[in-house]
C-alpha cells in the first residue's frame, strides 16, 4: 500500500492516468443537497484564500489498483473508494467549463481535468473518468460537449451537473477562475494504491466493504455485485457486467435488492427477511452462504433468467397475453410483495412449457382468489414466510391434472393463519364489514366490483378511468327526502347499512352524487354512467331502504362467492386448514368458532341469551360484535356475579351449539 499526501486536482491533471469506475461500483447516487454542499466548500476556501488566510480543505482519501494496459495508453486507476466525490467534481468542472466565457481557459480545463493528451481517439481513454454503464452515456456527452437527450437528462449526472450549472452562469468569470485556482485546486487528498499482487491482504473487496460500512450503507445488491465482480480483471468485469447486471438494472430499476432476496428465497424455498437497509448485511452473509461452490457465471445466468418472470410479476413487463396480464394487474391491485418470488417460480414454469397458458391463468386465478378472500378477511398473518416454501410443491401442481383443486389442496394444507376462508365465513363477514373502506385507498371494492362487472358483461372498466368511482346510493349524510324515504328508523338503518355492500356501488362519474334524491340516482344509473353490476337490484326498485340493501347485499354476496371468488365444492363449507394442528391438547378457540360462522349459539347460565357467530374470533349479540370472553364476563355481571376486573373467562365453556358445549364440540 502506497499512501501519499495531494490534491485532489494534481492527481485529475495527469495525463497518464485514466480513472476508472469498475462496474462493482454502486451507480452515481450524490444528491443536489450533496453538490450544494460541496460548492459551498469550495467558496468557503476561495473566500479565505483571497483574504490572505492560507486555507485548505480535505476531501478525503482516493483508494484504487493500478492496471497497466501497454506503452502509450493511459494507465487505468480502479477506484476502490472515492468515486461519488472525483464525479462531483468532475461534473463542476464541465460546468464551470460551460459557463465560462474566456475560451483559451475553457480549453485549459477540458485539456488539464476533463481529457487526456496521451489517450488516442478511444473514447474509453481519452476522457478521465470512465464511469460505471449506467451513468457512462450521459457523462460521455457532457464531458465531449455533445447535447444530451431527453431520456437521460433525469440522470444524477445530469441534474448535479445542471445545478452546478445554474449556480456558476451568474456569476462574473473572474469569481469563475478564483472558485477554481483558489478554491477547488486546494482541495487535499490522501492518495492510496493498492497492492493486493504483492500483498494479499490488501484486498479491494474487504477494504471496498470495510471504507463504505460508513455513511449510506451498501444495499444488497451493491454487496452481491460488488462479491461477484470483485476479484476479476476489469476485462471479466465489464463482460459481467454488460452481459448480465446491466441486464438487471434496465429490468428491474430501483428493485434489484429486493429481487436478489426473493431470489434466494425462490433458490432455497424457504424465507428471509424483507430487504430493508437494516438487514442487508445479514442477507449478503446468507447470499454468500448461498453462491459458496457456484461459478459467478452460474449465478449471474441464473438471475437473468428469473429477473424475466419477476419483472412480469411486479408488472414491470407484460405477456401480451390479455387474460393473464389482467390477473397480474389484479394481483398488485391486492398487494402480493409477499409473493413475488413464488409467483415469479409460478411464471417461470411457464417460460419452460411445464404449464400451459390456460393452466397459468387457473393457477394464478386461484391465487388472486385465496387472496381476495383472505383480505376481505383481514388476514394477512404468515404469508411471508408461507410462499417460499410452496414453492417446493410447483413441480406437483405442474404435474397434477386437476390444478384448481391441487393448487386449494396445498393452500388448504397449512397452519389456521393461512387458511383459505370458506363460503360461510365470507358471507358472514361481507353482511357486517365496511365494505366502503376495505383494502388500501379503497382499491378491493373496486376490484370485486370491478370483477363483478367483467363477470356479467364480459367487460372491465378501465381501471386508472378518472371517472371510475364508488358511490354510496343511501348516502354518507342525509337530507330529509332521504329520512322520510327511509322511515322512521332511519338513524339506525343509516348507521348500520351505509357502509354495507349492498349500499356501495361502482359508477363512471365526473362528479359526486351526494345525497340527491333515489330517483335522480336511478336517473344517472341508468345511463353511460351506470355499470350492469349498479344497475341490477337497484333500478327495479321504487324506494332504497332496509329492505333493499339487503335485497342486493345477497345478491352481491353470492356473486362473489360462488363466481367471482368461487372455489372447488369440496372446499366451500370445509375447514380449510390443516387439522393435525388442533390435535393436541392445546385449545383453539378459532377452530371450534370457524365452522359455526352464521350459526346461533346459546349461553349456557341462561338459555335465552343467543349470539350469533359472524367470524372465527366474533360472535354478533344485541347489536355489536363480541369476542367470547368478554361477552360471556359481560352476561356474568349482568347476571349479578361480583367478577374482579382482572378475571377472564374460557368463552367457549360458557356457551354451547346444538346442546353441546363449544368446548366439546368435534366438526
Not at 156 to 168: E, I, P, R
Not at 259 to 284: G, I, T
Not at 430 to 440: I, V
Request: charged share 25%; net charge negative; proline share 4%.
Amino acid at each position: 500500500m502506497k499512501a501519499s499526501p495531494t490534491y485532489l486536482l494534481d492527481s485529475l491533471s495527469n495525463n497518464d492516468v485514466t480513472f476508472f469506475i469498475p462496474p462493482y461500483q454502486r451507480n452515481y447516487e450524490w444528491s443536489t443537497d450533496n453538490c450544494k454542499v460541496l460548492l459551498s466548500d469550495v467558496k468557503k476556501v476561495k473566500e479565505a484564500n483571497l483574504s490572505n488566510v492560507k486555507t485548505e480543505h480535505f476531501f478525503g482519501s482516493i483508494v484504487y489498483v493500478v492496471e497497466e494496459v501497454g506503452f502509450g495508453v493511459p494507465a487505468k486507476y480502479i477506484l476502490t473508494d472515492g468515486q461519488q466525490r472525483i464525479t462531483t467534481t468532475m461534473l463542476l468542472l464541465t460546468a464551470l467549463r460551460d459557463s465560462i466565457d474566456d475560451p483559451s481557459y475553457k480549453k485549459e480545463i477540458q485539456r488539464r481535468y476533463l481529457e487526456n493528451d496521451r489517450a488516442d481517439e478511444s473514447v474509453e481513454y481519452k476522457i478521465k473518468l470512465k464511469q460505471v454503464e449506467t451513468d457512462w452515456e450521459a457523462y460521455k456527452l457532457l464531458v465531449l460537449e455533445h447535447d444530451v437527450p431527453e431520456n437521460l437528462k433525469n440522470s444524477s449526472v445530469y441534474q448535479n451537473y445542471l445545478f452546478f450549472f445554474k449556480a456558476l452562469d451568474a456569476l462574473a468569470d473572474d469569481d469563475k477562475k478564483n472558485l477554481l485556482e483558489k478554491g477547488l485546486m486546494k482541495f487535499s487528498i490522501i492518495s492510496i494504491q493498492l497492492e493486493p499482487d504483492r500483498n494479499p491482504w490488501e484486498n479491494p473487496q474487504e477494504i471496498f466493504e470495510s471504507m463504505n460500512s460508513l455513511g449510506k450503507p451498501l444495499s444488497l445488491a451493491d454487496l452481491v455485485r460488488n462479491y461477484l465482480l470483485m476479484g476479476k480483471s476489469t476485462r471479466q468485469q465489464s463482460e459481467l457486467y454488460n452481459g448480465f447486471w446491466l441486464t438487471l438494472e434496465k429490468r428491474l430499476p430501483g428493485k434489484l435488492s429486493e429481487f436478489l432476496r426473493d431470489w434466494m428465497q425462490a433458490d432455497q424455498h424457504r424465507s428471509f427477511k424483507v430487504a430493508r437497509e437494516s438487514n442487508y448485511k445479514e442477507l449478503y452473509g446468507a447470499f454468500k452462504d448461498i453462491a459458496r461452490g457456484r461459478s459467478v457465471e452460474e449465478l449471474f445466468e441464473s438471475f437473468v433468467r428469473f429477473s424475466h418472470p419477476y419483472s412480469i410479476i411486479c408488472g414491470l413487463e407484460q405477456t401480451g397475453l390479455r387474460a393473464l396480464d389482467r390477473i397480474i394487474f389484479d394481483l398488485n391491485v391486492i398487494g402480493v410483495v409477499p409473493a413475488y418470488s413464488y409467483l415469479a417460480e409460478v411464471l417461470a414454469a411457464w417460460e419452460v412449457r411445464l404449464l400451459s397458458e390456460s393452466d397459468l391463468v387457473e393457477v394464478l386465478t386461484g391465487i388472486r382468489t385465496y387472496l381476495l378472500r383472505r383480505r376481505v378477511l383481514g388476514v394477512t398473518l404468515a404469508e411471508n414466510k408461507f410462499y417460499p416454501i410452496l414453492g417446493k410443491r410447483l413441480g406437483e401442481l405442474c404435474s397434477a391434472q386437476d390444478k384448481t383443486e391441487n393448487l386449494f389442496r396445498q393452500l388448504s394444507s397449512q397452519e389456521y393463519a393461512l387458511r383459505l376462508p370458506n363460503d360461510d365465513e365470507m358471507a358472514s363477514r361481507l353482511r357486517t364489514l365496511n365494505f366502503y373502506n376495505l383494502g388500501r385507498s379503497r382499491n378491493y371494492p373496486r376490484l370485486l366490483l370491478s370483477m363483478a362487472e367483467e363477470h356479467l358483461t364480459k367487460s372491465r372498466p378501465v381501471w386508472d378511468d378518472p371517472r371510475l368511482q364508488l358511490e354510496h346510493i343511501m348516502p354518507q349524510k342525509l337530507n330529509g327526502d332521504w329520512r322520510q324515504m327511509l322511515g322512521v328508523d332511519f338513524e339506525a338503518v343509516h348507521q348500520e347499512l351505509v357502509n354495507n355492500i349492498g349500499n356501495i356501488t361502482l359508477i363512471r362519474h365526473n362528479q359526486e352524487l351526494g345525497n340527491k334524491p333515489f330517483g335522480d340516482k336511478k336517473e344517472t344509473y341508468s345511463g353511460q354512467s351506470g355499470l350492469q353490476v349498479t344497475q341490477n337490484r337497484v333500478l327495479d326498485r321504487e324506494i332504497w331502504d332496509d329492505e333493499s340493501i339487503r335485497r342486493r347485499q345477497d345478491y352481491l354476496i353470492n356473486l362473489i362467492t360462488q363466481k367471482i371468488l368461487a372455489i372447488p365444492p369440496s372446499f366451500k363449507r370445509a375447514s380449510n386448514w390443516n387439522q393435525s394442528e388442533n390435535s393436541s391438547t392445546s385449545f383453539d378457540q378459532r377452530a371450534k368458532l370457524n365452522p359455526l360462522i352464521g350459526e346461533t349459539i346459546e349461553f349456557i347460565s341462561n338459555p335465552g341469551m343467543v349470539a350469533q357467530v359472524v367470524s372465527d374470533s366474533k360472535v354478533f349479540f344485541e347489536g355489536e360484535e363480541w369476542a367470547l370472553g368478554p361477552l360471556t364476563k359481560a352476561l356474568k355481571e349482568r347476571g349479578g356475579a361480583k367478577i374482579s376486573k382482572t378475571t377472564s373467562f374460557h368463552g367457549a365453556s360458557n356457551w354451547s351449539w346444538d346442546g353441546v358445549k363449544l368446548v366439546d364440540l368435534d366438526i
